[in-house]
């Protein structure tokens, strides 16, 4: 039964056990707790582990979407675990959940871990490419995201789903089994029989919305508690029919490199990781990314 605590709703979760320091793993937009499968067995040798399907994603229920909505979901499902003082642990749109999480409880939560949740960024972080020709480009992904911002498919539409999974396993030699768990989750069936993949365009908007209005750099500057940004080393893979997609995300790595190592710089409790994967790091390289989690939350073990 979903109870409602005010604006907040009951996330789905899987507890993956341990007994040390509490970690809470969020995934990213359009993804499910299934993007964790190979990440937490590594990390509940030292901790006690958690992940949750983010509101309108998975199993958890639908609601309208916002970072203090978010933000009050998190809040509770930790309560009702028992760990309100886990340390946030979050891909893509997760990773910036968690700085925000963070900066939210700054006498409670001991840190945060954001991988590769960047967002689009500026124009000018796009080093050696024409600002103006970049505001075109973004404007044009970001035409492209709101459009795929629903997908219904027909009643037996989950075989085509999964063929488009394997198709990715292929390509990115990403294990189809973990790319299988996510899709399935996310796929609720309609009253019609038609299946629609999470989350539904209503509140897929107001998510893309809330991304695009973040200023990810400001946030992490206003996080007092330790913070680790993890930026993926491989290029992500090409689209068709955008030629210029691999030119334009290969400026934008340059000027997150510099930024990033300009904030590390200048602030003490930052720290910055390559994480030896493309954006899909969570599925391609689980052990990477659970080394870099580790490595971090040990050396956070003496001040907490």
Not at 200 to 219: G, K, Q, S, T
Not at 257 to 276: F, H, K, N, P, Q
Request: glycine share 10%; charged share 20%; net charge negative.
């Amino acid at each position: 039964m979903t109870r409602r605590h005010h604006d907040r709703i009951d996330l789905a979760a899987r507890e993956y056990g341990g007994d040390g320091p509490p970690l809470v793993l969020l995934h990213g937009a359009g993804r499910t707790l299934a993007d964790w499968s190979g990440v937490a067995p590594l990390l509940t040798g030292h901790h006690r582990v958690l992940a949750v399907d983010l509101r309108s994603h998975g199993l958890s229920p639908s609601g309208h979407w916002s970072f203090p909505a978010v933000i009050g979901d998190l809040e509770a499902v930790l309560d009702a675990y028992g760990m309100p003082g886990a340390l946030p642990v979050g891909h893509s749109l997760g990773g910036m959940l968690a700085a925000r999480y963070a900066r939210e409880h700054p006498d409670t939560t001991p840190g945060a871990v954001n991988l590769d949740g960047f967002g689009w960024g500026r124009p000018d972080q796009y080093v050696g490419a024409d600002p103006v020709q970049v505001t075109e480009r973004l404007a044009q992904l970001r035409e492209l995201a709101q459009a795929a911002a629903v997908r219904v498919l027909p009643a037996g539409g989950l075989a085509d789903l999964l063929a488009e999974q394997r198709k990715t396993s292929d390509q990115l030699g990403i294990p189809y089994e973990r790319l299988e768990a996510s899709a399935r989750r996310a796929v609720r069936e309609r009253p019609d029989g038609r299946l629609e993949l999470r989350p539904e365009r209503e509140h897929a908007l107001e998510m893309l919305a809330a991304i695009d209005a973040l200023d990810v750099f400001a946030l992490f500057r206003a996080v007092r508690q330790p913070l680790l940004l993890g930026r993926a080393l491989r290029p992500v893979p090409p689209i068709p029919g955008m030629d210029w997609f691999g030119g334009l995300m290969a400026a934008y790595s340059r000027g997150l490199a510099r930024d990033l190592a300009e904030l590390a710089a200048g602030r003490s409790t930052v720290t910055v990781a390559g994480i030896d994967g493309t954006h899909a790091m969570l599925l391609e390289n689980p052990r990477a990314v659970a080394d870099a989690v580790l490595a971090f939350t040990t050396a956070l073990e003496p001040h907490r």
